[in-house]
């Protein structure tokens, strides 16, 4: 199970932002599309992931002021990416050595999917359901 599998399952759609944007403006964008995080850019390249963490830390550093910044000011950066081929099961450990929950998926320089620890989490259970219902048949059937 590849990531580009997963990414190919749950749709093209990725949002983003551009590091020039505003705090306020990437916050309101994560509220209206329930998301916890985005990826940065700067010149179509990622730059870095802005998350809910961020939010947090940056109001204890900044306060109200964090919300006039530019994103790209107070992302987390260096984005750790990884790329398409990679197995569910190396994401999945890189996620948690790095104690992180997105990652923005990359092929040369080009941003073309973005996952979180949920949407591997899914699809590795939805595997192992398939593999329990596929012996489940073969124990009836014989």
């Known amino acids: ?13 990725i949002v983003s932002v551009d590091a020039a944007q505003s705090v306020r403006e990437v916050v309101a964008l ?3 599309r329930r998301i916890g995080a985005v ?3 700067r010149d179509g390249v990622v730059a870095g992931i802005f998350s809910e963490r961020d939010v947090v830390y940056g109001l204890e550093r900044d306060g109200e002021a964090l919300l006039s910044m530019p994103v790209g000011q107070v992302m987390t950066t260096p984005a750790i990416t990884i ?3 990679e197995s569910v099961l190396v994401a999945l450990s890189m996620m948690t050595r790095r104690r992180i929950r997105h990652l ?3 092929d040369g320089d080009r941003l073309i999917g973005f996952v979180s ?3 591997l989490v899914k699809y ?5 359901e398939r593999e329990a219902e596929a012996l489940r048949e073969y124990i009836q059937h014989g």
């Open 1 to 13: 199970m590849t990531i580009a599998l997963v990414i190919a399952n749950k749709g093209a759609s």
């Open 30 to 32: 994560l509220a209206d």
């Open 39 to 41: 990826p940065v850019l």
């Open 83 to 85: 790329d398409p081929g």
């Open 104 to 106: 923005p998926v990359i």
């Open 117 to 119: 620890i949920g949407d």
């Open 124 to 128: 590795r259970i939805d595997g192992i």
